[in-house]
């Protein structure tokens, strides 16, 4: 679906995308993670066509950016971090202008804006002025405007930034909407919560500069980093910590007594994770909760990246 | 009308215009001036018996309609038109709009016809006056139709320029500026040149139809001079129009074929074939020569504006013309006047030979020496300006320092190239290649002028390069 190969960008003395190379197979959710300032928004316009790469190539279901962007821009749809609109039309109105422009036909039209704004949850709004909008709606009318030719590929690009937490809400909901639909996303923030129960494979990049990339399971696995768990018991927290100590791949144990839960630094997978459980219901440990802390993509994030910008 | 409507470009934008009170308020202002113009001109005129016995009140009246709608033209096309692209970029919607699949011709016609149908829609406004100019007598609807085809023609090319500016320029304001200075230049020069062709100074818009340039002789055919006049316009407008659409295509995709320009080329060949063609009045084939050089300037400046948006490593912008770079222009505007020279040569064999009493020493003055002497002059001009260019914006890092110095020198030229005509000094042709044609120039005074240019060039390369040198640390 989407390859990039060795993809650079610099501008005079700065690289700003440094020989990156990434392969996103259809369906496939990829979240872009990196510091302000590491390229993220260059390596999307690259890809966007909207930025012509100094070197290397990107391919869009097997269509060069460089060679053919008017190709891959029919098949592609982007969603800039910051953009605008034209205030002076109504919501059908803004539509049904970037409809013509993507060469859909004029019959079709009425019935794909429908489809748009029932997916975007702004038929209410179809007649009202594009300025009455909210910056939340204003959002989602521009992510319905990049779908509306039905693209292979989305890039979005922070698509949440500026959002007040109910509006992010809505659009983490509206993305969950359109991977259930099988589309390849591309989509990029710094909020790392945003898109850790979200994306199928993140990619982190500092620098200019891809570091990690792949699933959170094989990054931790690639970086040697351990996951974060939280376990709840009801009593015995010492046998809990001996057992856990006994354990290879437990690095460290804290222990929190007052709320009976301890924190264990795992460096397994899943599966040693399920067994680990199991080892403790075994020898009589009444675990009431066992969570895999939430922040794990932020710790990966902090470890991984040494706070470079390109 | 269906392939307007099918340019989303242009629904969009007539549709936004048309529901701001600005667009009615203009429409309002555009009839009251007009109205007032006549108005007053009717009042101070109804008594003079000489238009009244001649039949003449209607045709004074529709000449002051005409000036005063044609200076109107020139005040309002580039104020709407000028906001096109920059606006875009300031409401950061220029983005959405290029990564669509609108080719770059079909966003600057977008734009540019959205411009002019407005403008189209100001011009019926005036037709009520019209029809009472035509009331009263005096005005024939060849010269109704005339010059409204010179205006119309003309709000297309300032439109054209307006929305070349609008590209290049970072902000509408920068882009409104220019656009106001390119119509003055335009203007200016056909105001200057009017005076010997027929059909420059038909193509000026404030000129209602008057009889005694009405007609210009094709091979040998007199044909209305307003109809030569929105050819040129059209040949200026298409070459405007190539080049935005060469740039459009530069910010969005960072690659310029030469194509535009080697098609320019061709239209510079038509542009001197109309020239030639029109060999009314006491034109000589000097202006020829300015026209382009005149062209050329303008191009230049379009061309050279600067090429922020390619990121082109630095050695190849400071060398490589050829390699998609718009600093290639110096190359390509040297095409320009090499095309008026080769026309002009065969001309002055063919026609004015034939013609002038003194055409033994006119084909003296303007032998092939002297125009290969010309043409190393401009090369030499060219190269410089280019280089200063380039340096300026990169000591200043302002893209418009680089674009005045440009200016600048090519305004060096062309100022001296109007009033150019007496002055025998030899070093007159330093900033005047033209001058070059004089016999009484000789080879010191091509060598002066090549020397001090290449002098330029080669000063402004050496402190590029110096400028470019690494900083050491610390």
């Known amino acids: ?310 | 009308m269906g392939w307007l409507m099918d340019n989303p470009i242009i629904v969009r934008e007539l549709r936004g215009r048309m529901r701001t009170n600005r667009a009615a308020w203009l429409l309002f202002g555009y009839a009251v001036v007009l109205a007032i113009t006549v108005g007053a001109t009717y009042v101070s005129s109804r008594h003079d018996m000489q238009l009244l016995y001649n039949g003449e009140l209607g045709a004074t009246l529709f000449g002051t309609l005409a000036m005063a709608q044609g200076w109107l033209l020139c005040l309002i096309v580039p104020g709407l038109a000028s906001g096109a692209f920059s606006g875009e970029r300031e409401g950061q919607t220029l983005d959405a709009l290029f990564v669509s699949p609108l080719g770059a011709r079909a966003l600057v016609r977008g734009k540019l016809l959205a411009a002019t149908l407005f403008v189209l829609l100001l011009m019926t406004i005036s037709l009520p006056l019209v029809a009472f100019c035509f009331l009263l007598g005096g005005v024939g609807a060849h010269q109704l139709v005339g010059t409204f085809a010179v205006q119309a023609a003309s709000a297309l090319l300032f439109a054209a320029f307006a929305v070349g500016w609008s590209l290049t320029c970072n902000s509408t304001t920068q882009a409104t500026v220019m656009s106001y200075l390119t119509v003055g230049g335009w203007m200016s020069f056909l105001g200057s040149a009017g005076f010997q062709s027929h059909t420059v100074w038909a193509a000026l818009p404030i000129n209602g139809w008057r009889e005694e340039y009405a007609w210009c002789q094709v091979a040998g055919h007199s044909v209305p001079a307003w109809l030569t006049a929105v050819l040129l316009i059209g040949v200026a407008t298409t070459c405007v129009l190539d080049l935005t659409v060469a740039r459009a295509r530069l910010v969005r995709d960072g690659v310029v074929s030469m194509r535009p320009r080697l098609w320019l080329a061709g239209v510079a060949v038509a542009l001197a074939a109309c020239c030639a063609a029109d060999n009314s009045g006491s034109h000589h084939w000097q202006d020829l020569c300015r026209v382009m050089l005149f062209l050329g300037a303008l191009l230049a400046a379009v061309l050279t504006v600067g090429a922020g948006d390619v990121d082109l490593p630095r050695p190849v912008r400071w060398w490589q013309f050829w390699r998609h770079d718009p600093a290639s222009a110096p190359l390509f505007v040297a095409l320009l006047p090499l095309v008026a020279l080769l026309a002009r040569h065969h001309a002055v064999v063919t026609t004015l030979l034939a013609q002038r009493p003194d055409s033994a020493s006119y084909h003296c003055a303007y032998s092939w020496p002297l125009v290969a002497n010309c043409l190393m002059v401009m090369a030499a001009v060219l190269l410089a300006a280019g280089l200063v260019g380039r340096l300026m914006d990169h000591v200043v890092h302002r893209r418009w320092a680089g674009t005045f110095a440009n200016l600048a020198l090519l305004f060096s030229i062309g100022i001296p190239l109007m009033d150019a005509g007496d002055s025998t000094h030899k070093l007159a042709c330093v900033v005047s290649p033209e001058m070059c044609f004089r016999g009484d120039m000789g080879a010191s005074g091509v060598l002066v002028a090549v020397i001090f240019w290449l002098g330029v060039a080669a000063l402004a390369a050496w402190l590029g390069r110096r400028a470019l040198r690494p900083q050491p640390a610390g």
């Open chain 1, 1 to 310: 679906m989407l390859d990039l190969v060795n993809l650079t960008k610099t501008y005079r003395d700065l690289t700003a995308v440094d020989s990156l190379s990434l392969h996103l197979e259809p369906g496939e959710i990829f979240g872009f993670i990196g510091p302000n300032g590491a390229g993220k928004t260059t390596t999307i316009k690259m890809i966007a066509t909207l930025v012509r790469p100094t070197d290397g190539e990107a391919r869009v279901n097997d269509i060069s950016v460089v060679a053919h962007p008017e190709q891959v821009r029919a098949i592609i749809g982007y969603m800039p971090d910051y953009f605008g609109v034209y205030d002076d039309v109504r919501v059908w109105e803004y539509l049904d202008f970037f409809a013509s422009a993507y060469r859909i036909p004029r019959a079709d039209r009425p019935r794909l804006i429908a489809d748009v704004l029932e997916l975007t949850d702004l038929n209410v709004k179809r007649n009202a002025f594009v300025e009455e909008l909210s910056r939340g709606m204003k959002q989602r009318l521009c992510l319905a405007k990049t779908l509306l030719h039905d693209p292979v590929l989305l890039l979005l690009d922070e698509p949440a930034s500026g959002l007040d937490p109910r509006a992010r809400i809505e659009m983490r909901e509206l993305l969950r909407q359109l991977r259930r639909m099988g589309k390849t996303i591309f989509i990029s923030s710094h909020i790392l919560t945003e898109l850790a129960d979200f994306c199928t494979t993140i990619g982190i990049i500092e620098a200019g500069r891809l570091i990690a990339s792949g699933s959170v399971e094989e990054i931790i696995k690639q970086t040697g980093l351990t996951r974060t768990l939280e376990i709840r018991a009801t009593q015995g927290l010492e046998l809990v910590e001996t057992i856990l100590r006994d354990n290879p791949l437990v690095h460290d144990v804290v222990l929190d007594s007052e709320s009976d839960r301890c924190q264990v630094s795992f460096a397994g997978e899943l599966d040693d994770v399920a067994d680990l459980l199991k080892c403790l219901l075994d020898r009589g440990v009444r675990v009431v909760q066992a969570v895999e802390s939430a922040s794990d993509l932020e710790d990966i994030f902090l470890r991984v990246t040494r706070g470079q910008v390109a």
